[in-house]
């Protein structure tokens, strides 16, 4: 829990945040909201990362949800990432049972660990979105939440859905880990881990 201790809070606590279960994308466009009306001069430090791959199946450890010790499989995640010369890179991940910020490096050694001796199916790609452009484009009608007879599979966030005036439905653009979709910069897991991370992680 040191990492916490370490980065000066520009978020609530964790048990304060908007937080929907299996609406990660929503929860982390919340923060990202919030920052944008509580602390607009931090907002470019802060980037929605979402993490998929081609098959929809992705492991990540340390998770509320995970039985015992090992991963999660999600189709997707969604984190905030934040980006500060001075005090470093950390993840606010709500999900997650890791520090709420956790360090980047921390983050990746527990979190998501190496691809390195994963199945290819498994392997991670991440794709980086600011903060500011997140707000402004993404949208969801939740309509991926509902089953084939149009009951919610899980219960909706309280509040309305998110849209701009162009969507209201472009989650499947930022899911995609194809870089000639969508907005922000698509990294494989190794590549995420140099640039915003340890590379001996």
């Known amino acids: 829990m040191e990492q916490a201790a370490q980065?000066?809070?520009l978020l609530p606590g964790r048990s304060d945040c908007h937080y929907t279960g299996c609406y990660c994308?929503?929860?982390v466009w919340k923060?990202?909201?919030y920052i944008r009306d509580?602390?607009?001069c931090d907002l470019d430090e802060f980037s929605a990362v979402f993490i998929s791959n081609e098959n929809k199946m992705i492991p990540?450890?340390?998770q509320k949800s995970a039985k015992g010790d090992g991963p999660v499989i999600w189709d997707y995640h969604v984190i905030?990432?934040?980006?500060?010369?001075?005090d470093?890179?950390?993840v606010y991940d709500l999900d997650t049972t890791l520090a709420f910020p956790s360090s980047c490096n921390a983050y990746i050694r527990e979190a998501l660990k190496s691809d390195?001796?994963?199945h290819c199916d498994f392997k991670r790609k991440l794709r980086v979105v600011g903060a500011r452009e997140f707000l402004q484009t993404f949208a969801s009608d939740r309509s991926h939440m509902r089953d084939s007879s149009s009951n919610w599979t899980k219960p909706p966030p309280p509040y309305p859905c998110i849209q701009t005036a162009e969507s209201t439905m472009n989650l499947g653009d930022f899911i995609s880990m194809n870089p000639e979709v969508g907005w922000g910069t698509v990294y494989s897991l190794a590549e995420f881990t140099e640039r915003f991370g340890d590379a001996t992680v």
């Open 7 to 9: 980065v000066p809070s």
């Open 25 to 27: 994308e929503e929860n």
């Open 31 to 33: 923060l990202c909201e």
């Open 38 to 40: 509580q602390r607009p």
């Open 60 to 62: 990540i450890w340390k």
């Open 80 to 86: 905030l990432l934040r980006e500060s010369a001075r």
């Open 88 to 90: 470093g890179n950390f």
């Open 116 to 118: 390195t001796n994963i």
